[in-house]
């Protein structure tokens, strides 16, 4: 049997209609895997988006190790795909990110977990290659939940090897 895996990309949401989000899909625990856990929107950076969870009965965790280094980002903020790939397969290779690929399996195989990262789109961002990994060793259903205050649809959207599904809220 698979378990789900769900991801999740906070841009354009605001904190309230992420946690709706969570609750409805219902998360038990959000693997937060960028790099550098700070944003400018409020309510996402590690300690007051920790606390919002905690106040849901949400768990938390930070994989830094699983985080798009700053030369993938920059990559990817060039539209450089090629290089923003380049950059993350040698980063997850290393024993950290392989560490905490493991670390975040063995969490989403204990309870209803979600891969946060900023961009919206799965396409655009490092989770997508996460999920994929963890899908390997450990044979997870991945499914991207997008956040938005206008639709409730979902659609199955084949990307690469694994299915994702977009949840627009």
Known sequence: MHRTLFTIGYEGAEISQFLETLRECGIQHVIDIRDVPVSRKRGFS?????AELALSGIGYSHLKALGDPKPGR??????DYAAFLKVYESHI??????AALHEAVNLA?????VLLCFERSPKECHRTIVAA??????LFEIRNVGVSAQSRSLKNVQTGAATLAHLAI
């Open 46 to 50: 590690k300690t007051p988006l920790a």
């Open 74 to 79: 920059d990559a990817m903020r060039r539209s």
């Open 93 to 98: 290779a290393t024993d950290a990110a392989q």
């Open 109 to 113: 195989k204990k309870n209803a977990s």
């Open 133 to 138: 990994e963890m899908s390997q060793i450990a």
